[in-house]
């Protein structure tokens, strides 16, 4: 079928759009103009399993971006983006220290173990953060046999407790991993939220500060679906395109994972949508402060606001707006914004907190 006919579908849309909450931000859709990328680069053939037009041009991109010695790797979802990209970085007897909190530890099943054939080696963190002392506390035994060899530290920007790495933390995190032979991953789910609550290029706590090798996520920031394994340090990994078939992450039609990137990077799509989510969980969390009960549990510094209150009233809220417990034992919740978060949706969550704390 020609692209320029009237297109038709025989689906039907089977949820309200009017529908808001809180839980994910991918619980979003796709960004309007990501939706236009895929359309543009719909119809007609292209090579497939990255050969075409689109995954070349986005290595251009990725160059402006993360330096000409980047190379980007488009895969399915970040689980498949950490997995691939900690396996390129570990031999089979290799560990990861990573954050205790750290979504590759509590949020992906097992994967990086499981499917990556590697170690985690956790520390618990106050805030999310590792520090060059907290990985010391895992960063020995090299010669020990019976122990997995420390070989990568993986940072993820901005964490999962809604904190922000600063430039220079992430800097000391790299010149005393690579002092002690290690190597560096950053799980950038949210790269670019933690990019616009620094007003900072990305490059400048990347690839700039040493980062062997990103996850760059896309999908919680307007995209539909994809992320990508960037390369930063080529000496740093071999073999990218055997390990992406090997982890199942070789997408046969890659330029609609391509393209959307293209749509985000290109120009500033993906730090518009960044900012607009930030500047919500603010004013999120400017209303919540003003809650007589609700305690807000760390820095608000991107689109998380994570609180503590009571369970009765979030299970009475949950049924009004949607959301997680993050600690259930503990009441603790997290609130999380998207691109697509109107201040009317901000507002109607405040007042319905408000509401149900009074009650």
Not at 174 to 192: P, Q
Not at 226 to 251: F, I, T, Y
């Amino acid at each position: 079928m020609s692209s320029s006919k009237t297109a038709r579908t025989d689906a039907r849309r089977h949820h309200d759009p009017d529908v808001r909450g809180f839980a994910s931000d991918n619980y979003a859709g796709a960004h309007p103009e990501v939706l236009a990328a895929l359309a543009l680069a719909n119809g007609g053939h292209q090579v497939s399993y990255g050969e075409d037009a689109y995954t070349d041009h986005l290595q251009r991109i990725m160059h402006s971006h993360f330096g000409s010695s980047a190379e980007a790797f488009p895969v399915f979802n970040g689980t498949g983006a950490n997995v691939t990209a900690l396996q390129a970085l570990t031999d089979r007897w290799g560990a990861v220290i990573c954050a205790e909190s750290a979504h590759i530890n509590v949020d992906e099943g097992g994967a990086p173990e499981r499917m990556g054939g590697l170690k985690l080696l956790t520390v618990p963190t106050p805030d999310g953060k590792l520090t060059p002392e907290l990985i010391d506390r895992q960063a020995w035994g090299w010669d020990d046999e019976h122990r997995a060899m420390p070989q990568v530290v993986s940072i993820t920007q901005n964490t999962e407790l809604g904190t922000v790495y600063t430039v220079d933390e992430i800097r000391a995190i790299v010149d005393h991993a690579h002092g002690l032979g290690m190597k560096v991953h950053l799980d950038g789910a949210r790269i670019a939220n933690a990019a616009a609550s620094l007003n900072v290029p990305m490059r400048a706590f990347t690839n700039a500060v040493g980062v062997d090798v990103l996850s760059y996520g896309g999908t919680k920031n307007g995209m539909l679906f994809g992320e990508a394994v960037v390369v930063l340090n080529p000496d740093a990994v071999s073999h990218m395109k055997h390990l992406r078939k090997l982890s199942m992450q070789l997408a046969s039609k890659m330029r609609f994972v391509s393209v959307q990137l293209e749509a985000l990077l290109a120009k500033d799509l993906w730090l518009r949508n960044a900012r607009h989510s930030n500047a919500m969980a603010q004013r999120l969390a400017e209303g919540v402060r003003a809650v007589h009960g609700v305690e807000i549990l760390y820095p608000v510094q991107a689109n998380a606001v994570f609180a503590r209150l009571p369970q009765d009233v979030t299970r009475r809220l949950q049924k009004r707006f949607r959301f997680y417990f993050w600690d259930e034992t503990a009441g603790d919740v997290r609130w999380m914004c998207s691109f697509d978060t109107t201040e009317d949706d901000v507002d109607a969550f405040v007042l319905a907190l408000k509401e149900e704390m009074a009650r």
